[in-house]
């Protein structure tokens, strides 16, 4: 890493994407009856929503520059 890069604040520097970060984690999960709850198997709930796939994120060097993607 370059001195420029060093120099710079985390939140403007892309080189840094963490720092004291623990692992993910969900600690509550909203069943939708007594007896979903009892069960425990979140993966039958229609509540349960998985963010795990592709993402479309656009960089801009302004709020005022962002453009929409669908």
């Not at 720092?19 to 999960?29: D, E, G, H, K, N």
């Not at 909203?30 to 425990?40: C, F, K």
């Not at 709930?45 to 929409?68: D, M, T």
Request: contains cysteine.
């Amino acid at each position: 890493m370059n001195s420029t890069v060093k120099a710079l604040p985390d939140w403007k520097n892309l080189q840094v994407l963490q720092r004291s970060m623990l692992p993910p984690r969900v600690t509550a999960f909203p069943y939708e009856n007594r007896q979903s709850a009892i069960s425990n198997v979140r993966g039958n709930s229609p509540r349960l929503l998985i963010i795990n796939g592709s993402w479309k994120f656009c960089y801009s060097e302004s709020p005022l520059a962002v453009r929409v993607i669908r």
